[in-house]
């Protein structure tokens, strides 16, 4: 009877080892599917440069060119979706709004004053394209850019604002993001930003003075998103 007993475990061992390998092999883990909709919060700091020019307004009726460079802190919203095609590539577009405390001052010789240039709020829609390598995404971005700038002459008897503009531009950059729970991406980005040049009309500088201004930025933003 022993004997019996023994030959059937001998004979019906392989055959268990074979379903159990069989049934490890048929449930994989599931990669990360980046495809939906999601909606976050970013901060960072942004690096501006912007230059104001006066035409003939500097002593012997020289060019003017005052640096004013606006720099600071940003924070702000965004909202976007993906989707992750078969071959890993993921194809998306967001869009961004962030309120800043970016200024910069500098020194306008011809008026005996300061000048003080401030970014109020920036904003963009990209499209992004990126590979996931499962929970991981590096990814580049780009689109149109806007943003309000203000500049104001400070000097004794006060401030006087002399620009008050919308500007629009373009924007490109590239990140990387990771989804640490299925829910909850992290993500480090860097943009650069051109908001071009606006024309200037102010009396301080005489009529028919020619001036403009322009604005650039660099910035590097961290954020926290919720894929819905």
Do not use: C
């Not at 709004?97 to 829609?125: H, Q, R």
């Not at 071009?196 to 102010?202: C, L, P, Q």
Request: proline residues 4%; charged residues 15%.
């Amino acid at each position: 009877m022993k004997s019996i007993l023994l030959a059937t475990a001998i004979i019906l061992a392989p055959a268990g080892i074979a379903s159990a390998a069989d049934i490890g092999e048929s449930s994989p883990v599931a990669a990360y599917d980046w495809s939906g909709l999601y909606a976050g919060v970013h901060f960072g700091y942004v690096a501006g440069k912007s230059n104001l020019f006066i035409a003939g307004a500097g002593v012997g009726g020289t060019d003017v060119n005052v640096p004013l460079d606006p720099s600071g802190f940003i924070g702000g919203v965004h909202i976007g979706a993906n989707q992750e095609l078969a071959n890993g590539f993921v194809l998306g577009a967001e869009a961004d709004i962030a309120y800043s405390n970016a200024d910069g001052l500098d020194t306008f010789t011809g008026a005996g004053a300061l000048l003080k240039g401030e970014v109020k709020w920036s904003g963009s829609a990209r499209l992004r394209a990126g590979y996931a390598f499962d929970r991981t995404l590096p990814y580049i971005t780009a689109g149109v850019a806007a943003a309000k700038y203000e500049v104001t002459v400070i000097a004794n008897s006060g401030s006087i604002p002399i620009h008050d503009e919308t500007y629009l531009g373009w924007t490109v950059g590239a990140g990387v993001e990771h989804a640490f729970t299925d829910k909850w991406i992290a993500r480090v980005e860097y943009r650069y930003t051109d908001f071009g040049k606006k024309d200037m009309s102010v009396p301080l500088f005489g009529p028919g003075t020619v001036s403009n201004l322009d604005l650039k930025s660099h910035d590097l933003r961290f954020g926290l998103s919720y894929k819905f």
